[in-house]
Structures are given as structure tokens and as C-alpha cells.
């Protein structure tokens, strides 16, 4: 888990999440109120479908195939210029799946590979933000508890 | 001819607790209706729940309920529904509405003609809510880009796709159940209802073009956009889309020319059905196989169809226990046995009734009803306009609201998510009145066509 993690707040406006992703390299960052609760996530799968036309976005059986619009420059331009001044709180991914601090290997890799590249990590009672699980940390997990080259013992 | 039900007559219901079956079996239909018309929960559990509860209470046992079952209804909507689910994947729905979108050159007046021209004419061929499914998207699309307001088109395209779905077997869901109950066959909806389904057509859109269309405005700079698109390239597999028309027009065939051999429609859609997926999946380890037959049966919308399988159910129940036939009594009384009179009653109840409840239900109910009546009308073969009346009064009804039909339920909740909300209330000052003014000119073709 990575404990020192860059935060959104709710009110912060998409153009201040994406000039912090750029900086950092990151993809998604958890948005906390003022007490660090957790509130979502905010990140750039959820900005880029933005920028997609609405006949995509409204559900798994909209537009699958956008290969036939060319020119679309502009339109992304104007999406983008739209949505860089509206508040975090209005796009933020609040269903994104959670773990907690004490989540068993087996579970956090499952959410891992099911629901994402970044896993918030929430206080189960009082849903403090904890910090991040990334695939990266599963990977150090891993090489601190296994030794890569040599092959595993056999249970049996 | 009544193909699927069992005769009423052959079962004896036995309710628990020496109850009268008229009275519980009623029960249970009110009840069932009363919470279909609130909404308040889903209408397979409803149905599913009324159908177990017409066991359960006696009214019927399980084979006479599996008697009530249409089958042939089920395995049409099954079909299609399997059939579509593999032809979408090909792009074929978008690369016509793209094609039909440059040759009028983005003017926003022509699109409010033809988009609503290719929602009428899938509708007529394939399932509403399948068709709305498939267009909406691209309208949407296609406004965003020619910076239009969707609702003329959503609102049209809704019109468009009861009026041509009326105009065969499969195109709406009460005819696909009456064709199924009296053995009629794809060209007799076409050469009875066709020619309404085009008049009413032509009106509703001139009608449309008054209100919205000569006012719609866009830019030169977005057509010039639009002239960009390349419609070649929404067709994202070719071989799939040659398979796809080729079972299409098979099962069409299978429609107009099966029903002189004895086969139903039920049959060619499901056989068409397992054709396209054998096509489909040729070539693929028995892995993949598996995975991808999976995946084109899981789009079947099975809500719907064990919503109708509880509804069957239901309705049998009502019409073992001898409610149809007061009703019909009843309703014969009314109209004294005169055919004429008959006929409007039926449509325009019809129309009213299934603009504020689904049609569905309503029409499950009134064909046993209607059924019932032929002693007075000289026999089946007498009844004949009556079906006719009720397709047209129930497939018009359904723009008589946002709830009317399943489509404009998809339409309005497409419309929703898109942001283009369409209101309740608005669609109901527009779409009744309108309902209304359909029904009226297709009271006149009844009269004219089959009534006198």
C-alpha cells in the first residue's frame, strides 16, 4: 500500500486534477473531504468518456464504433473546455470498488485485476483514506516474500 | 384458429378452501394489473408470482398452465431478439443510418423524415424495443454533431416505430400475439395493416415537419462535418453482416411462405436463431465456442420473455375460471351483437387502455375475450376484423404515452442518461391528442377495409 498519496477534494475543478496527473504520472487520484474521508475516486477513464459523444457514454449498448466520424478534434476541444472548470464532485467515480488495511493477498489481487489499476485503501469503520493499492505494490509484496528465480517449493 | 391455447373446457379448477374460481382468479388478475400499472416492482415478478399463485390456489394445475402458455409467441420473440444480438455486432444499423444521414446532406428537416423512415421500416422487420435500441444511439450521435435537440427526433422515432411496427407479424408485440393465437401469417398483417402503417406514416411525419421541422436549424460547418463521415467504416465485420442478411432474409422467407407448409413463426425465428449463432461460431475451439453462444443468449431480453410466459399463465387462469366469457357477454350486450359497433369498441378501448397500461397484458386478455365471441359472429372466420381492430387500437395506442409501449420506455430512458430528458406530462399533451387523431383515421380504415 502506498501511504503518501495525492488527494483531490470535491471541490477542486477537473483542469486542477489533470495539470496533478500530468505532473505525477498517475492515472486517478481518491478525491477526501476536508476530515480525509474517502468520497471516490476521480481519474483519467472517467475524464476521457467525457470527452467521448453522449451516444457512447449512455450505457454498454450505445455506440460501440466511432471509426466512421473523422474531424473530431474540435469536438474533444469544446468537451474538454466544457468540463475543465466543473467540480471533481461532479464526475468522481464513487462506486469504485474500496479494500481496507487488513484485506487478505488473495482478496486485494482479485479487486486488482476485477475493478482497476488503483484500489483505494479505506478504514472499514470509519472510511478514513488509508492510501493506495497499485499493481506495483502487489509486485514489491511479492518480491519481498518470494525469491523469483528460484522455483517455489513444492506443498506436496 | 387458436393454435397454442388449450380448450378452456378441458380443465376443472379445484381452489383450496372450496373458494370460487371466478372470484380468486379474478383476484389475482387485479391485483397482477394493479401493480404492472404502478410500476412499483418489476412485471416478470408479477406475472411470475400471479402465474405460481393460479397453481397454488387450484384455479389451474401445472399442465393446464403450461397449456395457456403461446410457445410459438416465445420462441418468435426469443429468436429475433438472438438474431439481432449477433447482426448488431456487425454495424450494419449504423452505417444506414450514417448513409441515410449524408444523402439528405444533414439538413435537419430531412433527417426528421428519415430517421424516423429507417426506425419504421426496422420496426416493421425486427422487435420496437430492439429497433429503438439500435437508432437512438445513432440519432443521438448524429444531433450531438449537427448541434440539434434530440427530442423531435426521439419523439418521431418513437411514433415511427409503433406505426411501422403495426404493419407485420413481428413488428409489434400484439400482433406477433394475436397472429400467434389465430394462425395469421407475415403477409396477412401486411396486405390488412400494411396500408394503414404507410398512410399513418406519411401524416405523423408531416405532422412532425409542421411542428419541428421547418424551424430545425443547424450549421453549414457542422453538415460539412457530417459529409465527413465515412459510413463504410461503422462496418466492423463484413463476413458477420453477410451472414446476418442472409439468415435475416431466410427467416423472412420463412415468415411469408412457411405459414402455407404449417410452419409457425416461432419456428423459422428460433431455427434462424441457431443458423446465425452455427455461422457465427464455425471455426472456434469448443472453449470459445461456449463463451460466445453464452454471450449472444444473455442479450435475449429475458425479462420480457418470462413476463409473457407468466402473463399467458395468468390470462389462462381468468379464462378457465369463465371471466372472458362474462366479459364478452357483457361487451356483446353492449354493442348488440352488431359486428360495426364491436369492431370500434375494441378499437378505441384498445388505443385508450394501452396508452396508459402496456399493451401487452391488455391484448393477452382480449384475445380469448374476442375468441369467445365467435357464435355470435358466425365463427372464426367471422372474427377476422376484430383482430384487425384490436392490432390497430392496441400497436396505436401505444404512442398514447411515455408508458404505452416498450419502445418509448427505452426511447425515454436513452433520452434521460443522454441528458435530453423527454417529460412525462410534455409527451403526453403531444403523443395523446395525436394518438387519438391516428386512431380516428384508422377507425375509418376498419370501417371501410373490414367493416362493411
Same mark, same amino acid.
Given at each position: 500500500m502506498i501511504r503518501q498519496v495525492f488527494t483531490a477534494s470535491p471541490d477542486d475543478t477537473i483542469g486542477d486534477v489533470l495539470n496533478h496527473l500530468s505532473r505525477h504520472r498517475v492515472s486517478s487520484m481518491p478525491v477526501v473531504d476536508d476530515n480525509n474521508i474517502y468520497q471516490g475516486m476521480i481519474g483519467l477513464t472517467v475524464i476521457l468518456n467525457h470527452l467521448l459523444p453522449v451516444a457512447v457514454r449512455i450505457d454498454e449498448s450505445g455506440l460501440d464504433n466511432l471509426e466512421f466520424v473523422h474531424n473530431t478534434s474540435d469536438a474533444v476541444r469544446s468537451a474538454l473546455n466544457k468540463m475543465v472548470n466543473e467540480p471533481v464532485s461532479d464526475h468522481m467515480d464513487g462506486k469504485q470498488r474500496t479494500v481496507h488495511p487488513n484485506t487478505p493477498t488473495w482478496e486485494a489481487i482479485r479487486v486488482l485485476v476485477k475493478h482497476g489499476r488503483t484500489i483505494p485503501v479505506v478504514d472499514k469503520e470509519t472510511h478514513e483514506l488509508k492510501g493506495i493499492l497499485s499493481r506495483q505494490c502487489i509486485l514489491s509484496h511479492l518480491k519481498d516474500n518470494f525469491d523469483f528465480h528460484e522455483p517455489a517449493e513444492n506443498d506436496e | 384458429m387458436n393454435v397454442s391455447h388449450g380448450n378452456a373446457s378441458d380443465f376443472t379448477p379445484n381452489v383450496i378452501f372450496g373458494g370460487d374460481p371466478l372470484i380468486v382468479a379474478t383476484a389475482i388478475l387485479c391485483?397482477?394489473?394493479?401493480?404492472?400499472?404502478?410500476?412499483?416492482?418489476?412485471?416478470?415478478?408479477?406475472?411470475?408470482?400471479?402465474?405460481?399463485?393460479?397453481? /397454488?390456489?387450484?384455479?389451474?394445475?401445472?399442465?393446464?398452465?403450461?397449456?395457456?402458455?403461446?410457445?410459438?409467441?416465445?420462441?418468435?420473440?426469443?429468436?429475433?431478439?438472438?438474431?439481432?444480438?449477433?447482426?448488431?455486432?456487425?454495424?450494419?444499423?449504423? !452505417?444506414?443510418?450514417?448513409?441515410?444521414?449524408?444523402?439528405?446532406?444533414?439538413?435537419?428537416?430531412?433527417?426528421?423524415?428519415? /430517421?424516423?423512415?429507417?426506425?419504421?421500416?426496422?420496426?416493421?422487420?425486427?422487435?420496437n424495443v430492439t429497433t429503438v435500441m439500435l437508432i437512438v444511439p445513432i440519432t443521438l450521435l448524429l444531433c450531438e454533431q449537427l448541434k440539434l435537440r434530440a427530442y423531435p427526433y426521439l419523439v418521431a422515432q418513437i411514433f415511427a416505430s409503433n406505426i411501422g411496427g403495426m404493419a407485420t407479424l413481428i413488428g409489434d408485440p400484439p400482433n406477433i400475439l394475436i397472429g400467434s393465437a389465430v394462425n395469421l401469417s407475415f403477409m396477412d398483417f401486411v396486405y390488412n395493416i400494411g396500408p394503414a402503417s404507410v398512410i399513418l406514416f406519411i401524416l405523423?411525419?408531416?405532422?412532425?415537419?409542421?411542428?419541428?421541422?421547418?424551424?430545425?436549424?443547424?450549421?453549414?460547418?457542422?453538415?460539412?462535418?457530417?459529409?465527413?463521415?465515412?459510413?463504410?467504416?461503422?462496418?466492423?465485420? @463484413?463476413?458477420?453482416?453477410?451472414?446476418?442478411?442472409?439468415?435475416?432474409?431466410?427467416?423472412?422467407?420463412?415468415?411469408?411462405?412457411?405459414?402455407? !407448409?404449417?410452419?409457425?413463426?416461432?419456428?423459422?425465428?428460433?431455427?434462424?436463431?441457431?443458423? /446465425?449463432?452455427?455461422?457465427?461460431?464455425?471455426?472456434?475451439?469448443?472453449?470459445?465456442?461456449?463463451?460466445?453462444?453464452?454471450?449472444?443468449?444473455?442479450?435475449?431480453?429475458?425479462?420480457?420473455?418470462?413476463?409473457?410466459?407468466?402473463?399467458?399463465?395468468?390470462?389462462?387462469?381468468?379464462?378457465?375460471?369463465?371471466?372472458?366469457?362474462?366479459?364478452?357477454?357483457?361487451?356483446?350486450?353492449?354493442?348488440?351483437?352488431?359486428?360495426?359497433?364491436?369492431?370500434?369498441?375494441?378499437?378505441?378501448?384498445?388505443?385508450?387502455?394501452?396508452?396508459? @397500461?402496456?399493451?401487452?397484458?391488455?391484448?393477452?386478455?382480449?384475445?380469448?375475450?374476442?375468441?369467445?365471441?365467435?357464435?355470435?359472429?358466425?365463427?372464426?372466420?367471422?372474427?377476422?376484423?376484430?383482430?384487425?381492430?384490436?392490432?390497430?387500437?392496441?400497436?396505436?395506442?401505444?404512442?398514447?404515452? /411515455?408508458?404505452?409501449?416498450?419502445?418509448?420506455?427505452?426511447?425515454?430512458?436513452?433520452?434521460?442518461?443522454?441528458?435530453?430528458r423527454i417529460s412525462f406530462i410534455k409527451f403526453l399533451k403531444l403523443g395523446f391528442p395525436l394518438m387519438l387523431a391516428t386512431v380516428a383515421i384508422a377507425s375509418v380504415y376498419a370501417w371501410f377495409m373490414f367493416l362493411t
Open positions: - | 391485483f397482477a394489473y394493479i401493480f404492472i400499472i404502478t410500476e412499483k416492482i418489476n412485471r416478470a415478478i408479477i406475472a411470475l408470482l400471479g402465474a405460481g399463485l393460479m397453481v /397454488l390456489t387450484g384455479v389451474l394445475n401445472q399442465e393446464a398452465a403450461i397449456r395457456g402458455v403461446d410457445f410459438n409467441t416465445l420462441a418468435l420473440l426469443a429468436g429475433m431478439m438472438g438474431i439481432v444480438a449477433i447482426t448488431k455486432r456487425s454495424g450494419i444499423f449504423q !452505417y444506414v443510418a450514417v448513409l441515410s444521414a449524408k444523402l439528405v446532406k444533414g439538413n435537419p428537416r430531412a433527417l426528421l423524415v428519415v /430517421l424516423p423512415l429507417i426506425t419504421a421500416v426496422f420496426s416493421a422487420l425486427l422487435d405523423t411525419t408531416i405532422f412532425f415537419d409542421v411542428v419541428w421541422g421547418r424551424k430545425l436549424e443547424t450549421t453549414d460547418k457542422a453538415r460539412s462535418h457530417l459529409q465527413n463521415y465515412n459510413e463504410k467504416e461503422a462496418i466492423k465485420d @463484413v463476413p458477420l453482416l453477410i451472414k446476418s442478411l442472409f439468415t435475416l432474409g431466410l427467416v423472412l422467407f420463412g415468415f411469408t411462405v412457411g405459414h402455407h !407448409y404449417g410452419v409457425q413463426p416461432g419456428t423459422s425465428a428460433l431455427f434462424g436463431a441457431a443458423f /446465425l449463432l452455427l455461422l457465427d461460431n464455425i471455426g472456434y475451439s469448443a472453449e470459445d465456442q461456449a463463451h460466445r453462444v453464452q454471450d449472444a443468449l444473455s442479450e435475449i431480453e429475458w425479462e420480457t420473455i418470462f413476463f409473457f410466459l407468466g402473463l399467458f399463465i395468468l390470462v389462462y387462469g381468468v379464462e378457465v375460471a369463465g371471466l372472458l366469457d362474462i366479459l364478452a357477454t357483457e361487451l356483446l350486450a353492449f354493442t348488440e351483437g352488431d359486428l360495426q359497433m364491436t369492431g370500434m369498441v375494441i378499437i378505441w378501448v384498445s388505443a385508450v387502455a394501452s396508452a396508459i @397500461v402496456d399493451n401487452i397484458p391488455f391484448v393477452a386478455t382480449m384475445i380469448p375475450l374476442i375468441e369467445s365471441m365467435a357464435p355470435t359472429f358466425g365463427g372464426e372466420a367471422g372474427l377476422m376484423p376484430l383482430w384487425w381492430c384490436l392490432s390497430l387500437g392496441a400497436c396505436l395506442g401505444g404512442n398514447g404515452s /411515455l408508458i404505452g409501449a416498450s419502445a418509448n420506455v427505452m426511447v425515454a430512458s436513452y433520452a434521460e442518461r443522454a441528458g435530453q
